[in-house]
């Protein structure tokens, strides 16, 4: 017995010996390297290194750098294994990382569930080998390709699959309902749970029930080479009978009976479903009516003469009418060349036209059909549908140079200066008034010395001492008056650049204002064209839920995956728009900034001109002032003024 123990022990050594040979052989061919980065990676390119990564891991890598990932598998070996926290011995969907390339997809066997099955069907193919080549854009160097695409893929053709399920056979020997189920595995943009689902069979019939249900229509399989049709059927309480997985490459058009495996993807032996299969290369809506034309010319070409009769039958009547009209036309004319033509006032002919040309004569119902078409044509652009993105737009006013003009602030600085330069007459004026009372007493003192000495005092010496007064009173005025003047033009002078300084303060308060302002307003548009499109996707959804139940499932999908490219593109466009408006109001704040300086010297020069203008007529001012102040009865003119100053305000 002890010798037998050792046989025993012995055989089981060598089995572990072969197995450890094998083993340390395959170690040879793959080397296990920590990943660091894509870049790292690409840097190093060694085809035999391979890098583990566990599930949570690979899908981040996933979701940040899709077309990295797949780049990466191209030249080296990627691992996923599940997470540790899977205490159940679940799976994850394998597909999502075969869709980015990866070679070994690890899964817990012990557990038999949809994404163990899916691998059963993925290695079932090339001979249960194990292995399965990847497709050519997921090899090549040259091509680049993102996992999540929803647009076809350069080089390959995407699908239309329509898959009608008809009746079953054998499905089970329970006297129960049961129901077929139809999904689509691959790219994010073609997986499609559970999207079709008939109803419960009639009679409790499991042995050949019959659906005969409008057919479930794949529009556009983005890459059949990875995805895969399922087809399983169920009780009604949802117990699971059998299914079957199908590579979209795989499948054949036709009437076909499909035969069900188990979850281990072994073939059961009567139960099968009856289906109708559509495969199509998938055509653009834009491009339906061309295919149509081209896979059926006879049935096109035969439309085409069919709508030439009728569109002939229509215009029937106008070609008679118009055939009746050019007979008329040439039997007047051979009329009028019997006739003996008078030429008109101008020289002209009754025939003739301008240059010679002969006037076209046109029907009236030729005239309604071209008003027709005008009116057609006029109303093309009232059809357009309303652009979200110009009706949330909030049209923002630039600040002008008349709207600062009309602040209060620029107003009360105006009434300021206007106080100050009122003030500065009055005291001129003042000085004015003093000094003419001076003169008054010199001039009735020298009055009364000539008076009392008249036999002493001359009239030639009076007369000279008089005109002595009045040519000192004369250049007292005059210097007191260009004083007056020099002060007012100065004081203008720093009231328009006081002003300007203002006007510049007060256009970059509102600029910042409206820059403020601007940034809520963009937020609220943002918000308002989000509401807008949300209000317009419920409303496709409603009319989608009309229809029949897979088509309207089709069309919700569509909807939804349109809606996020449209969102994308219409705030794009929304911040495209905002920030040339930005750039459009900082642009005419700068215009604005321009003319308030460029008006500052033209204010200048206007006040140099006026008072040059001033003083050259200052000296002839005072005199005609102090010759009227001599006429007689001045003093009972109570309309006359008293001081020079008051002239002069009166003409200014």
């Known amino acids: 017995d002890d010798d037998e123990d050792d046989d025993g022990k012995k055989g089981s050594a060598e089995r572990e010996a072969v197995a450890t040979e094998e083993m340390s052989t395959l170690v040879n061919y793959v080397q296990p390297t920590k990943f660091n980065s894509f870049e790292a990676s690409k840097k190093a390119a060694r085809c035999y290194h391979m890098s583990s990564f566990v599930e949570t891991k690979a899908l981040e890598h996933l979701t940040k750098s899709p077309v990295e990932f797949v ?29 980015a390339g990866c070679q ?32 050519e854009f997921m090899r090549r160097p ?27 056979q054998f499905l089970t020997e329970r006297k129960v309902g049961v129901y077929v189920e139809v999904e689509m595995f691959g790219l994010p943009a073609d997986t499609r749970r559970k999207a079709l689902k008939t109803k419960t069979s009639q009679n409790n019939n499991a042995i050949n029930p019959v659906w005969d249900e409008e057919p479930i229509v794949f529009k556009k399989v983005i890459l059949p080479t990875l995805a895969c049709l399922r087809i399983a059927a169920f009780e009604e309480g949802g ?37 109708y299969i559509e495969v199509k290369d998938y055509v653009p809506d834009t491009f339906a009516d061309v295919i149509e034309a081209l896979s059926n ?24 009418e118009e055939m009746q009209a050019e007979d008329e036309t040439e039997n007047g004319a051979e009329r009028k060349n019997d006739l003996k033509q008078v030429p008109l006032e101008n020289g002209l002919s009754p025939t003739s036209g301008p240059a010679g040309h002969t006037p076209i004569a046109t029907t009236p119902k030729a005239s309604a059909a071209n008003q027709q078409a005008a009116a057609t044509d006029v109303s093309k652009p009232a059809a357009k549908t309303e652009d979200l993105v110009l009706s949330v737009l909030i049209d923002i006013p630039a600040c002008t140079l008349e709207s600062l003009q009309q602040s209060k602030v620029y107003q009360k600085e105006q009434r300021r200066q206007f106080k100050e330069l009122k003030e500065l007459v009055r005291r001129h004026q003042k000085k004015t008034s003093e000094l003419l009372r001076e003169f008054s007493n010199k001039y009735k003192k020298a009055a ?205």
């Not at 040259?142 to 079953?168: Q, R, W, Y």
């Open 448 to 652: 009364r010395q000539c008076s009392k000495s008249r036999g002493l005092c001359s009239e030639s010496e009076k007369d000279e001492r008089l005109q002595q007064l009045k040519d000192e009173q004369q250049q007292q005025l005059l210097t007191l008056r260009q004083e007056q003047y020099y002060s007012q033009k100065y004081l203008q002078r720093e009231h328009i650049k006081m002003l300007t300084e203002r006007l510049t303060t007060l256009a970059e308060e509102s600029h910042n204002a409206q820059m403020k302002k601007l940034k809520d307003i963009c937020d609220k548009e943002k918000k308002e064209l989000k509401r807008l499109m949300d209000r317009r996707r419920t409303e496709k959804i409603n009319q989608a839920k009309t229809k029949e139940k897979h088509l309207a499932e089709e069309e919700k999908n569509e909807i939804n995956k349109s809606y996020v490219n449209e969102v994308v593109q219409n705030i794009k466009r929304l911040e495209e728009t905002q920030t040339k408006r930005h750039d459009q109001l900082a642009e005419q704040h700068n215009e604005l900034l321009q003319e308030i300086q460029d008006q500052k010297p033209k204010l200048q020069a206007a006040v140099e001109a006026e008072f040059q203008e001033k003083f050259q007529r200052l000296p002839g001012e005072i005199r005609d002032f102090l010759q009227d102040r001599k006429m007689e009865g001045r003093s009972n003119s109570k309309s006359r003024p008293s001081t020079p100053h008051e002239t002069l305000s009166e003409e200014d």
């Open 142 to 168: 040259d091509k680049h390709f993102d996992p999540f695409t929803e647009n076809t893929v350069d080089g390959i053709v995407a699908n239309t699959l329509s898959v009608k399920v008809i009746s079953g």
């Open 297 to 320: 010319p006879i049935r096109y070409v035969n439309l085409l003469e069919q709508r030439s009769k009728q569109l002939a039958a229509l215009t029937l009547d106008d070609v008679e």
């Open 104 to 135: 070994l997809v690890a899964l817990n066997y012990q557990t038999i569930d949809l994404s163990m099955q899916l691998n059963l069907f993925m290695f079932e193919y090339n001979g249960q080998s194990g292995y399965r080549l990847k497709p």
């Open 71 to 99: 780049e990466y598998n191209k030249s080296q070996l990627s691992r996923i294994y599940p997470k540790g926290t899977r205490v159940d011995s679940s799976n994850f969907m394998p597909q999502l990382f075969w869709n």
């Open 239 to 275: 117990k699971f009978i059998g299914h079957r997985i199908i590579p979209v490459s795989a499948i054949r058009p036709g009437y076909r009976y499909i035969g069900l495996r188990n979850e281990k993807n072994q073939c059961l032996i009567l139960p099968a479903v009856f289906v």
